[in-house]
């Protein structure tokens, strides 16, 4: 509430003073209340210069929103900037012109320089030509363990993935869910990701979503992966909810014993007042190999034919990665910040120890930015049956991801 | 309509042929236009934006072959017949009750009818909420010493498409006990004496007189409950959201989905069609029944 | 219009004694109320429970402690993302899209009904034929043109847009519905009227709008509701600020910060219900007389 009389307040302002000022409709799907508390650094960053953000929020997840977003800019009622994944999923929509080209800004803020891996840049570059502003770097490839439900089961908390799988009966006899697993798509697909590089290792992982190659996906090596999956899958029986957070929650209340969800979840920690190392664990890579995947948000400009509005877009971009708008948003949102030049001493143990494995280089890219939409969305189709449908078995379940991967471009 | 001048006939009628050029837009640029475009379009490879790349049928056989969207057929499939065998019992028995000369009638009437007021969103977040094994039904038998007592049509993959049911005849049936009743109510009181002069037991009167003679009811009640069944779409969304998993998906949604989630225009607009195909033989089914029933009365 | 059949019974006496006929009679019509009547009083109950008592009590019982806190959240302060004004919003764009919508599609497809009963001109009964089949056809199929019909005249994500859109879809019920309706008055009033020299307009509005007040309320409930529930359209052919009521229902009972506030969420439910509640309610039996008459003559 004080959030919103705040805006108006500033929405006041800026119409009583400026003249050049405009008002910019931002669209995103960050709803969960440590995403809510994290764009609202965003917000009041720009509600402070002559310009105003109306806040265009849209629920049900980046499946949900990206329809609505997308739909818009293509039906010729473009908002002024939305959060994408960056990566593959505005290719086309940049193909057509209907994207603003940021690259005299970035020129000029030194982007190439001061991002961080570099490949987040590349990400939004399109014919030598930056497409998109990358706010933070979210590694899917965590798990999220609750002091809470271990100490009631009376198990330590385990210190990677096979110790967490030996731990599990003893979460179930204690009437925990050993693993939370929300029932969208998209997270079934994600902890079958982390799964993946964490068992079959990172040159497995590459072979199939990088080169697309179709005989490893359908291979032996992969066929361990998904009998883990299809062991895992037991352990998130009865997670009855939808949303991540809902799943977060359960790890937070003790109720469940981890997640694998990506560093995003660290919102939800901390809006819960909750500290790593003492009320929860944070496991880069399971505990197996340590490592980081570098997707993350960024910021897509829908070309507007009114220059004020152009102005005021170009100024939004270079405002996103500002060091001290960087700072606040990522400490909100637990994610990683896109440059390397800026102090992150307020982070807690595990963002920090996400910083390290960033700086050691031990990095590989996102799924949405090596697989189409498409490719995407038909994994987690096939992903969020095998995990809700025991009848379904792994080889199954690695047959058609195999046959996903061979037609995938 | 003689009149004493006939101008040329393009002008004659003009103001009606004005005013029916909304309609004429409608039926040719909507309901024309747009279903010729989506089926061409079903034949490319488009994605995000539509291009006219022609593959053939090679989108529908990718969606023949998508494990999901032989689910939703599946699904909807079980949840039609379903609703349309229970939609009109449920209805007609409800008017036959309600045509018994009960007190409170008007007040009985308008319960049946009220959830028909409501849209699908609120249909299925209300019974979301209801069925929360959690909280609802279960929870409740469970605290009343039933332990063992399952009943979970929101996360059993099994009956999940049994709770949306439950959802939609409670929202459905009302009108269609409106409709049988205003049927029932049409027919000759001289039949009802007919019959107990003949000693015809009551229920055997319903079967043997009764629901044949309120044949054009029923027709017009599977037509409107046919009509919905293909459009499911609100109530899923509201409901389940096609989970656990994709046990209940349906068409509508896989269509939706791909052509705004995934981003991919061919296969939602090969789907779409596919539904339209769905429709076409049922209406082409339904017209033949007609034409032979009127040979047969002739 | 003939006197309102739904009010005489016609079936078979039954007999006032309180026998077994009649204990299993009203047994049956109490368990069926209560089916009908759950959901609601779920509804409203759980809307008046705080959370704590959500956690531990039972769905059915009525509040220990009534608090109307849920109501003031759901309609002021609900939040998705950094919007915190409820669903308030959302009451204020479905009432834009309801008023010009309800308006313009029940004014055209009254004209489309008057011109195809009294001004048949050559093909108008073709472009009718198109215009019924139209209502059959999964929306599905029409959504994607019609986004791209939308951007060419400029009213993708505005309220004129989706008023289109609905005016589109609504066509094809009503204009059957006035149709008929026209068809029945006496031929002679037409014929004396156009003796008189009365023209297209002229006759439609001294002569036909004063006649059909009936019809006209029974159009404007069919459109309200359907309107005023709609899902599908609003959520693809607007955007945050534009969305109706539904589409923000289901964004803010999915948006979560924090834990699942069941008791806001079902205030929600029943806020967005409301309107089309208060209509059947208030419009009482010209409602049932609306969708059986929009129904049985169909």
Redesign the interface.
């Known amino acids: ?1 004080k ?2 009389s705040a ?1 108006m307040a500033a929405t006041a302002l800026v119409g009583a003073s400026a003249v050049s000022a405009a008002e910019l ?1 931002v ?2 799907w ?4 440590g ?2 508390a994290a ?2 650094e965003f ?1 009041n960053a720009f509600n402070a210069t002559e310009h105003t953000w ?7 997840g980046g ?2 929103a ?3 977003i ?3 800019i ?4 473009p ?1 002024h900037a939305t959060q994408l994944n960056h990566g593959r ?1 505005a ?3 940049i193909e ?1 012109g209907l994207m603003l080209d940021l690259s005299d800004i970035a020129e000029e803020g030194g982007w190439r320089d001061i991002v961080n891996p570099v490949g987040l840049l590349d990400s939004c570059t399109v014919d030598g030509k930056i497409y998109c502003v990358p706010v933070n770097i979210h590694s899917w490839q965590w798990i999220w363990l609750s002091h809470k439900a271990f100490a009631d089961a009376g198990v330590d908390v385990p210190a990677n993935w096979d110790e967490f799988v030996a731990a599990a009966p003893a979460l179930e006899a204690a009437g925990k869910v050993p693993l939370a697993v929300g ?2 798509s998209w997270q079934s697909s994600g902890a079958f990701g982390v799964l993946n590089v964490a068992i079959g290792g990172v040159d497995l992982w590459t072979k199939i979503n990088v080169e697309k190659d179709a005989e490893a996906a359908a291979g032996p090596e992969m066929a361990k992966v998904f009998e883990a999956v299809g062991n895992a899958r037991k352990f998130s029986q009865g997670t ?1 909810v ?2 991540w ?2 799943a977060t ?1 359960m790890v937070i209340n003790g109720e469940a014993g981890g997640q694998i969800m990506g560093d995003w979840a660290q919102g939800e920690f901390a ?2 007042e909750q500290v790593a190392g003492e009320d929860y664990s944070c496991l880069p890579g399971l505990g197996v190999n340590e490592i980081i995947s570098t997707g993350g948000d960024a910021f897509y400009f829908p070309k507007q034919d009114d220059p004020a509005i152009e102005a005021a877009q170009k100024e939004l971009a270079k405002l996103l990665i500002s060091p001290e708008v960087q700072v606040g948003f990522n400490l909100k949102k637990g994610s990683l910040p896109v440059r390397g030049d800026i102090d992150l001493s307020a982070a807690n143990d595990c963002m920090k120890k996400g910083l390290e494995i960033l700086a050691s280089g031990n990095i590989l890219p996102d799924g949405n930015q090596v697989l ?3 490719t ?3 994994i987690e ?2 992903m ?6 025991l009848s379904v078995t792994p080889a199954q379940a690695q047959a ?1 991801y195999a ?1 996903i991967i061979a ?1 995938a471009d | 309509m003689a009149e004493a001048k006939r101008p040329i006939r393009l002008l004659r009628n003009m103001n009606s042929k004005i005013a029916a050029i909304p309609m004429i837009l409608t039926a040719m640029v909507v309901f024309i236009g747009c279903t010729v475009w989506t089926v061409v379009y079903s034949f490319t490879k488009s994605r995000l934006l539509p291009k006219l790349d022609f593959v053939g049928f090679d989108q529908y056989e990718r969606l023949w072959n998508s494990n999901r969207w032989l689910i939703s057929v599946e699904n909807l499939f079980i949840y039609g017949v379903c609703s349309l065998v229970l939609s009109l019992l449920i209805g007609f028995l409800l008017a036959v009750m309600l045509d018994q000369k009960i007190r409170f009638e008007n007040t009985i009437r308008t319960i049946i009818l009220y959830p028909f007021a409501l849209s699908f969103v609120v249909t299925g977040l209300v019974w979301q909420w209801l069925l929360n094994p959690d909280f609802g039904v279960q929870n409740v038998v469970r605290s009343l010493g039933w332990q063992s007592f399952t009943f979970d049509p929101i996360y059993d993959a099994n009956i999940v498409i049994f709770g949306i049911l439950i959802a939609a005849i409670w929202q459905g049936s009302g009108l269609i006990m409106v409709l049988m009743l205003a049927g029932l109510r049409g027919i000759d009181e001289e039949i009802w004496k007919a019959a107990r002069v003949d000693g015809i037991p009551k229920w055997k009167t319903y079967v043997v007189v009764i629901i044949p003679m309120m044949k054009p009811v029923f027709i017009t009640a599977l037509v409107l409950i046919s009509s919905g069944i293909i459009k499911v779409y609100d109530l899923v969304v509201a409901q389940t959201n096609g989970g656990p998993g994709l046990s209940s998906e349906v068409p509508a949604k896989y269509v939706i989905d791909n052509m705004f989630r995934a981003q991919n225009l061919g296969q939602a607009f090969a789907a779409s069609t596919m539904m339209l195909l769905g429709v076409l033989i049922i209406l082409a089914l339904f017209g033949l029944t007609q034409i032979r029933g009127r040979k047969n009365a002739s | 219009m003939p006197a309102d059949n739904m009010t005489v019974p016609s079936g078979p006496k039954p007999k006032k004694t309180l026998s077994a006929h009649n204990i299993i009679l009203y047994g049956v019509v109490g368990l069926v109320c209560f089916y009908y009547l759950l959901p609601l009083w779920v509804m409203v109950m759980t809307s008046l429970k705080g959370m704590p008592e959500i956690r531990v009590g039972n769905i059915f019982a009525p509040p220990l402690e009534i608090t109307f806190e849920p109501w003031h959240k759901a309609w002021f302060t609900a939040c998705t993302g950094l919007n915190c004004d409820g669903l308030s919003r959302g009451f204020w764009n479905s009432v834009q899209i309801l008023v010009p919508s309800a308006i313009i599609s029940i004014f055209i497809a009254s004209v489309n009904g008057y011109a195809l009963s009294n001004w048949k001109f050559k093909g108008s009964e073709i472009f009718f034929a198109i215009l019924l089949f139209g209502a059959f056809i999964p929306y599905q199929v029409m959504i994607y043109p019609i986004v791209i019909i939308l951007r060419e005249i400029g009213l993708m994500g505005k309220l004129g847009g989706l008023v289109l859109v609905h005016t589109i879809f609504g066509m094809p019920i009503l204009t059957l519905l006035f149709r008929n309706y026209f068809s029945g008055l006496p031929e002679e009033l037409f014929k004396a009227a156009r003796v008189d020299g009365a023209g297209f307009w002229g006759i439609y509005f001294r002569i036909m709008l004063p006649m059909s007040l009936p019809i006209f309320v029974v159009a404007m409930i069919i459109q309200i509701t359907g309107i005023w529930n709609d899902f599908l359209f609003g959520v693809i052919y607007t955007k945050p600020d534009t969305w109706p009521m539904t589409v923000q229902l289901n964004n803010i009972v999915n948006a979560v910060q924090g834990v699942k506030e069941y008791n806001v969420n079902m205030a929600a439910t029943l806020l967005t219900g409301l309107v089309p509640l208060v209509i059947y309610f208030v419009s009482g039996k010209l409602f049932v007389r609306g969708i059986a008459a929009g129904a049985v003559k169909g």
Not at chain 1, 30 to 33: A, Q, R
């Open positions: 509430m959030l919103h805006l409709e669209t995103h960050w709803t969960s209340g995403e809510a764009v609202a917000a109306v806040d265009g929020a849209i629920a049900g499946g949900t990206r329809g609505a997308v739909s818009r293509i039906g010729g009622d908002m999923q290719e086309e929509l057509a029932q969208q009855n939808g949303d957070n809902l929650a809006v819960a189409s939409s498409d995407t969305s038909q189709d096939v969020v049956e095998f995990w809700n449908d058609s046959a037609d």
